[in-house]
């Protein structure tokens, strides 16, 4: 019984976005290898054409896409065509923003980070249905798990994007598809060095590569870190609001503009 909750594998078809930089360019790299074919997605081509030269030079086969995952048709568009010619057998909905307070950055948070995943997923599950069989990840954050006071937007547009994948995932296991709702903590990326004020446990951009792919090869429901946060955060949310609401106070950071 173990044996068959412990599986593992490696994806070979592989869709990112945001794989121009940080994690999404990260894990491309990690996963470029001989009969390995990744679709990289972002709005930076250069940047694109920079990680897909490295990852071909690894061996992988690589199509890259300069789009913004806020436009849902032309994305759409890409996805099913790229899924046509090799049928992705993993999804990785990364692409994020961290924006300063205000309302312009608030939607541009909300249609990045929530809807810019909604429309990368949608198009490839009755795909995924029709062959019996997929993985779709969803790249969240611990400030999906108790509002920060310093970033509402991005709290809500990750807190609803963690209830999407695990939605999903509820619905989608009995057809064979698995989701992992990846949340992290504060990891070195350009996102995170525009930051500043308390970073907690901050993780390094190879070990963050390291803990999602394990996640990711061990087909984990939820890939949470690092744990001491994750519990943390947690407890604040079971506590009385306006308790929770103090010492949450002690996580303050400045967003600056990208
Ligand atoms: N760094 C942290 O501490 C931290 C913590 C928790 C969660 N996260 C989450 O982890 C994910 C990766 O973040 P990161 O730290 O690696 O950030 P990053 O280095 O800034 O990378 C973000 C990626 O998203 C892409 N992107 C942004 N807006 C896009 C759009 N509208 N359309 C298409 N692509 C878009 C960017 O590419 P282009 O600019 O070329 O479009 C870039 O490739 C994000 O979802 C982030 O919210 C980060």
């Known amino acids: 019984m173990l044996a068959g909750m412990m599986r593992f594998y490696s994806a070979r078809r592989i869709a990112i976005t945001g794989a121009s930089s940080g994690l999404g360019a990260g894990l491309a790299r990690d996963y470029a290898a001989p009969g390995v074919s990744l679709a990289l997605f972002a709005r930076r081509n250069e940047r694109l054409e920079q990680v897909a030269a490295e990852c071909r030079s690894r061996g992988a086969t690589v199509e890259i896409a300069a789009l913004d995952v806020g436009e849902s048709e032309p994305l759409g568009g890409m996805l099913r065509a790229m899924d046509d010619a090799q049928g992705f057998d993993l999804v990785i909905a990364n692409a994020g923003i961290a924006a300063p307070p205000g309302e312009a950055g608030a939607a541009k948070q909300i249609r990045t980070n929530l809807l810019g995943a909604i429309h990368t997923i949608e198009p490839l599950i009755p795909r995924m249905l029709a062959r019996g ?37 509820a619905g989608l296991a009995p057809s064979g598809i698995d989701v992992t709702v990846i949340t992290p903590g504060f990891f070195f990326s350009p996102m995170s060095e525009r930051l500043r004020g308390s970073k907690p446990l901050m993780v390094g951009s190879a070990r963050v590569v390291r803990i999602v792919r394990r996640g990711l090869d061990r087909r984990r429901a939820r890939v949470s870190f690092p744990w001491p946060i994750v519990a943390l955060l947690r407890l604040l949310d079971l506590l009385p609001a306006r308790l929770g609401d103090v010492l949450i106070r002690w996580f303050r950071f400045q967003i600056y503009a990208g």
Do not use: F, M, N, W
């Not at 999906?144 to 006071?149: I, M, V």
């Open 133 to 169: 069989h997929g993985h779709i990840a969803v790249v969240t954050s611990v400030a999906a798990l108790r509002g920060l006071p310093d970033c509402p937007a991005y709290c809500a547009s990750k807190a609803g994007l963690r209830l999407y994948g695990e939605a999903l995932r």
